[in-house]
């Protein structure tokens, strides 16, 4: 067998496992549950990118990503109600409107959350770069501290989310619900997917970042100041999780301080299953992550985190360093 | 004394030997143990003498993450998983089962430890083949799956409300044994005692692990793993045997804890919060040092203790100021403030500080 037809071949396999559910789930609910696991999927890959690309890039395993996350969450909801409370567009009936509003609150996540990122990059990991023990020690401590300051600015109860009322609902396509919000999620996932990948790819930034997650000496060998770099590529993970927060947040309409917590779990699984440091990695791994989900929580809503780690065990145990290799 | 022909590991027992009695240190530890043993002498309330024993069963499960980080150096978050396991295996025994007896007791503990070594041993094959970074978040994703699993399995594990329970014979609430010098002698008190052997036998146990010929191999892998794997150690199978034991010991100390407080949820004895605690207890005491668990143990312990008296003091000092009432409930902040600050400017700890003082003034 060829290279060639072999890949084809994992990929006919890989779909075929995709569509077994629907032996078991009837064709119209199996399209729904689909577009649910796309959604989450997409919305994993915005949290696992950002985490995937600092440890390739900085080798550091950061756990206060999810802090991040939860952080992303919190700004996005502030800042929609405070423009809601200022223009009401979220309550309007115009998309529009409610489009405008909703891209506001995220881009006020992504930039307060990066400044954040920038400054618990700087403070808090600079010092201790190249020790992992020490590392994962102080991302711990930053995990903590950011989830305790949400706690203290915001709040320990849960908040509800407020979503934009034309982003409720679903329309119904030859009887097929398909629910609105998901599928721009899906949309807004793979545009965010679209423009990393073509940063990555077609930018001297991008062609540096990559050569950095290979290398770093290299590329500081090339006379490239790295530090900036790092700092650089943590801000952009810290607002692609921020990103994730609020979309995520959105998603289920509901936030609470340890948010983060639970979607940390997430981002690593997908990391791992995709491989540390690669992009196309991460959109697989949680497109996977996010679809297996959906459809054992359909048939089998207690083991639905059970597929998470079996897929996770299968993965690591057949390749593992992960799906893809590094700096794809 | 000959010598010659004794490899390392001999040779410090020897040492050892030698100079027992001649070291503080010895003196140091049995006052500890007295310590320990006459707390319910010395302090009549209930509420100290949770805190001691408290103490007494975390000093036993941060030393066995001890084991894992500071000797062996790879970092596991998950460890307290099997610190629930061990709960709630005597929970479910003593509990949902309602299989009161010593042999049940005794079994539920096997098993307890038996389940931790397989699943460690599981855990530590598939992902400490590749990198030792791909083991802390292993761990982190299987503890995190268990204490959902807890939270949801409501017929087993009694959800999130738990499980309270009644222990056999003498360990039972009810039971008296009578006035010893002037105390009442009952099931808690000798639950007390009980634990406090435990956790001592645990103690010694790691303590003689540590020193052995597999915990010199630890080391020389924690100190530099390309060399041991010139000097011919299969790394990965030391590795995978030093998280298993310290799984192990995890578990007892876990069923511990749940004979002490006699319930069981996933919270008290699965959730990441134990986790932090116990990593910040580590770091406080000193990575590679076992006894700096103790000291961990007790400052956070102590601390916690007294958190909310302060928080009340404070509360009465500031009456309607909501930022300050919230920013004196959130010690958890200060807590992982202190974790940084410590990882930067004392990273070796109370223990290792002290130890690195001792060398020095001992080398001048």
């Known amino acids: 067998m060829t290279s060639q037809w072999r890949s084809w071949f994992h990929k006919l396999i890989a779909v075929a496992i995709f569509l077994s559910p629907l032996l078991l789930i009837n064709p119209k609910t199996y399209i729904t549950i689909t577009i649910s696991g796309l959604a989450m999927g997409m919305l994993l890959f915005l949290v696992s990118s950002g985490f995937s690309l600092i440890f390739g890039f900085l080798s550091v395993l950061n756990l206060a990503h999810g802090a991040l996350f939860a952080w992303g969450a919190y700004i996005g909801f502030s800042s929609f109600n405070l423009i809601n409370q200022w223009t009401g567009w979220g309550g309007s009936n115009s998309l529009l409107l409610n489009f405008i509003i909703f891209f506001l609150a995220l881009i006020l996540a992504g930039l307060l959350v990066a400044l954040l990122g920038i400054i618990t990059e700087r403070l808090v990991i600079r010092p201790v770069y190249g020790s992992h023990l020490f590392q994962i020690f102080i991302t711990v401590g930053a995990m903590i501290v950011l989830e305790e300051l949400i706690r203290i600015i915001w709040g320990p109860n849960d908040e509800v989310m407020p979503v934009p009322i034309n982003f409720m609902g679903s329309w119904d396509l030859f009887d097929v619900v398909i629910s609105k919000y998901p599928l721009m999620a899906i949309v807004i996932g793979f545009i965010l997917y679209l423009v990393i990948f073509t940063i990555l790819r077609k930018t001297k930034i991008g062609t540096i970042v990559r050569a950095g997650v290979e290398n770093p000496e290299m590329v500081q060998v090339m006379g490239h100041n790295i530090y900036r770099y790092f700092t650089g590529v943590f801000a952009a993970g810290s607002a692609l999780a921020a990103i994730g927060g609020g979309m995520w947040a959105t998603f289920v309409k509901s936030i609470h301080p340890a948010m983060g917590g639970e979607i940390i779990v997430f981002a690593l699984i997908v990391a791992i299953i995709g491989g540390l440091g690669s992009m196309t990695g991460s959109v697989v791994g949680a497109l996977m992550v996010g679809l297996s989900y959906n459809y054992v929580a359909y048939l089998v809503p207690k083991a639905s985190l059970g597929i998470t780690m079996l897929l996770l065990v299968i993965i690591l145990s057949i390749r593992p360093t992960g799906l893809f290799p590094e700096g794809t | ?364």
């Not at chain 2, 503080?24 to 143990?33: A, E, G, K, S, Y």
């Not at chain 2, 500071?70 to 709630?88: A, D, E, K, R, W």
């Not at chain 2, 030391?238 to 749940?258: E, K, R």
């Not at chain 2, 409930?329 to 003082?357: C, D, H, M, N, S």
């Open chain 2, 1 to 364: 004394m000959k010598k010659e022909g004794l490899n390392p590991v001999q040779h410090f027992r020897l040492r050892e030997k030698e100079t027992r009695f001649r070291t503080p240190f010895f003196f140091l530890r049995i006052l500890l143990l007295a310590f320990f043993v006459l707390t319910p002498f010395l302090f009549r309330s209930f509420e100290v003498l949770d805190v001691i024993l408290k103490i007494a069963i975390f000093s036993a499960l941060v030393a066995s993450y001890d084991v894992i980080l500071g000797y062996t150096g790879i970092v596991s978050l998950g460890h307290v998983l099997y610190f629930g396991i061990g709960s709630y295996l005597v929970g479910i025994f003593m509990g949902k089962l309602g299989w009161t007896s010593y042999g049940h007791l005794a079994l539920s503990f096997l098993i307890a430890i038996v389940i931790s070594g397989i699943l460690s041993v599981l855990i530590g094959l598939f992902s400490l083949r590749i990198r030792a970074i791909f083991f802390a978040m292993v761990t982190l994703a299987f503890m995190e799956f268990t204490f959902i699993l807890s939270s949801q399995l409501r017929s087993i594990t009694g959800g999130d409300d738990g499980i309270s329970f009644k222990l056999p014979g003498i360990l039972a609430i009810d039971f008296s044994y009578g006035k010893i010098l002037g105390i009442e002698f009952t099931g808690r008190l000798i639950s007390y005692y009980l634990i406090i052997i435990v956790s001592l036998i645990l103690f010694l146990l790691m303590l003689r692990f540590v020193h052995s010929p597999v915990g010199r191999v630890l080391q020389s892998i924690r100190d530099n793993e390309q060399r041991s794997i010139a000097l011919g150690f299969r790394t990965y199978h030391f590795q995978v045997i030093a998280s298993s034991f310290a799984s192990c010991v995890a578990a007892v100390t876990g069923g511990c804890f749940a004979i002490w407080v006699r319930y069981v949820s996933p919270d008290s004895s699965l959730s990441v919060p134990i986790m932090l605690d116990v990593l910040l207890m580590v770091i406080v005491g000193g990575m590679g040092t076992l006894y700096g668990g103790i000291f961990g143990a007790t400052f956070l312990m102590v601390t916690r203790a007294f958190l909310p008296k302060l928080q009340v003091l404070i509360a009465s000092l500031l009456p309607g100021v909501p930022l300050a009432i919230r920013l004196s409930e959130r010690w958890l902040f200060y807590f992982g403030l202190l974790f940084i600050l410590i990882v930067y400017f004392f990273p070796k700890g109370i223990v290792g500080t002290a130890q690195e003082i001792f060398s020095k003034r001992r080398g001048s």
